[in-house]
């Protein structure tokens, strides 16, 4: 069975700092990895997504992400951070074969300080 | 804007009642998912269907079902109200199987 694991709950960094959200899946194959990002009170928002070549891969508001094959690994990273970044971030899996099934990982929130 | 609308945007109810909540999805898209989104659960994936069959399931309950109609539109129905189904209750849209999904803003259910 795929999953995602989100090893950090909760992360903190000033503004104009650098950030890495880290994301490990499990998953048999080359599976097709995203990030979203959710506001309070919002619904969710695509940021990237990775399903084949490059392995870096550009998303929006300044994201990027590496998908690390040996290391099972998509994390997120943004060279600087804004006051607006502060979400909550999820990375999600889906299966490359058969039928489509996302699974999603418990979540980072965010939070930045001045 | 994502460009999938979900109805109502709240809904507040009691235990053992039933509730339908209503998702229309972008214009083009075929691809209709269910997500439940609870603060001890997380975010998981209750069902899909595409160009109105039954495509995938997850976790989702006996007490819950699904369907799509003939313009796309998708309804979820939860019957038998619990106090734990009280949850964030997210549609999201694709064109077809594996593609983007885009979510819409949720339904807000509140089972009292």
């Known amino acids: 069975a795929q999953s995602v694991t989100q090893p950090d709950i909760h992360i903190t960094v000033s503004e104009g700092a650098s950030l890495e959200l880290r994301c490990n899946y499990s998953y048999g194959a080359t599976p097709y990895l995203f990030w979203y990002v959710q506001s309070p009170g919002q619904g969710l928002q695509l940021l990237l997504k990775?399903?084949?070549?490059?392995?870096l891969v550009q998303g929006i508001k300044g994201f990027e992400a590496e998908f690390k094959r040996s290391q099972s690994s998509f994390n997120l990273r943004k060279p600087s951070v804004h006051w607006s970044d502060a979400a909550e971030y999820f990375c999600?899996?889906?299966?490359?074969?058969?039928?489509?099934?996302?699974?999603f990982g418990t979540g980072t929130k965010l939070q930045v300080i001045p | 804007d994502s460009g999938v609308t979900q109805t109502p945007k709240h809904l507040i109810t009691a235990t053992g009642q039933r509730v339908t909540l209503r998702c229309s999805p972008r214009s083009g898209d075929l691809s209709v998912y269910w997500y439940q989104q609870s603060l001890d659960q997380g975010l998981q994936f209750l069902i899909q269907y595409y160009n109105g069959e039954e495509r995938a399931k997850g976790n989702i309950l006996e007490r819950f079902s699904a369907q799509q109609f003939p313009d796309l539109h998708s309804e979820l129905n939860l019957s038998s109200l619990e106090l734990g189904d009280s949850a964030l209750y997210f549609c999201?849209?694709?064109?077809?199987?594996?593609?983007?999904?885009?979510f819409g803003p949720g339904t807000r259910l509140t089972v009292l």
């Open positions: 999201a849209s694709s064109v077809g199987f594996k593609d983007t999904q885009y």
């Open positions: 999600a899996v889906m299966n490359s074969g058969g039928y489509q099934k996302v699974t």
């Open positions: 990775y399903f084949s070549g490059d392995t």
